[in-house]
């Protein structure tokens, strides 16, 4: 006979995950949406990390994209441009200080495009 797994109980008197820990699951969904992360790579650690199932995991996942598209569309375009040039320019000096020549070109050229230097 086999051993049962002890399971978390929940506790009786909660009823539901509170406001805060929500919007804390949905940050964590933009972070790992930011790192470039898959669906279902972020629907697993949020099912691990916070005990959700995959379907409420994938709701939080959504949610995400929802806030991000709702910020983007809030934000103004020279402010969007001044913030992809910082970033880029970032790049920039990372590739050259590791002698990167090639990322440094493709900095260069992100540049070149957000700035409307190239046609």
């Known amino acids: 006979m086999e051993a049962e ?6 506790d009786p008197n909660r009823i539901g995950q509170t406001a805060v820990e929500i919007a804390q699951q949905i940050n ?4 790992m949406l930011a790192m470039g992360r898959n669906r279902y790579t972020i629907c ?20 995400a994209r929802e806030a ?4 983007l569309e809030s934000i103004d375009r020279k402010q969007l441009a001044a913030q992809l040039i910082e970033a880029a320019a970032e ?4 590739a050259r200080e590791s002698k990167q020549l090639s990322n440094a070109l ?7 495009r957000i700035t409307k230097l190239e046609d």
């Open 5 to 10: 797994r002890a399971k978390p109980r929940k």
């Open 91 to 94: 790049i920039l000096g990372e």
């Open 44 to 63: 697993q650690a949020l099912s691990a990390r916070y005990g959700l199932s995959v379907r409420t995991a994938d709701r939080r996942l959504r949610e």
């Open 28 to 31: 964590d969904a933009r972070q």
């Open 106 to 112: 493709g900095a260069i050229g992100l540049i070149s």
């Open 68 to 71: 991000m598209v709702t910020e």
